[in-house]
């Protein structure tokens, strides 16, 4: 009787470690797929914020190439090329990376044309409308160019 009972005293601690063990490691996945899940949304919250930073940026470039030649000296416009740098320095810290484009040949996943013009050789980017940008390694928006037909 009393080897009965320790036998299936036994069996029943066996189970529950078992369920003890099965419901740890589903835990363990759920713990890990909530931290994926938390990931994929941080970055969808950085792209997402990158995206609307872009736009000032590109508004930067186009007021750096449009300053006159006898105020590129001027303190007050080097203070401002000065945030201009360091904003893509902080953009470049957070894995963003300009798409490198003059001189290149044309790539539709890295590049959109607007415009084609005649040229010595064919489908090589001339001139860039808007800059492109990666987010580790991801197009988050592509260059707009124009290149040779």
């Excluded at 994929?40 to 750096?64: F, H, Q, W």
């Excluded at 006898?70 to 902080?90: C, P």
């Excluded at 808007?130 to 928006?141: E, F, N, S, T």
Aim: hydrophobic share 35%.
């Amino acid at each position: 009787m009393k080897e009965k009972t320790i036998e299936e005293l036994k069996k029943q601690v066996e189970e529950y470690l078992n369920g003890w063990k099965r419901e740890r490691a589903d835990f363990l996945n759920y713990k890990q797929e909530e931290m994926e899940r938390i990931a994929g949304l941080m970055k969808y919250a950085s792209e997402e914020m990158t995206l609307r930073i872009l736009p000032v940026m590109d508004n930067c470039l186009t007021a750096e190439k449009n300053i006159p030649k006898e105020l590129k000296e001027d303190e007050h416009v080097k203070g401002l090329l000065q945030i201009h740098q360091q904003m893509r320095a902080l953009l470049k810290s957070r894995g963003i990376e300009e798409i490198e484009v003059l001189g290149k040949t044309f790539d539709p996943n890295f590049h959109e044309v607007v415009k084609e013009v005649e040229g010595p050789d064919s489908q090589v980017i001339v001139e860039e409308v808007q800059r492109g940008y990666l987010m580790q390694g991801k197009v988050i928006r592509p260059a707009k160019v124009i290149i040779t037909k």
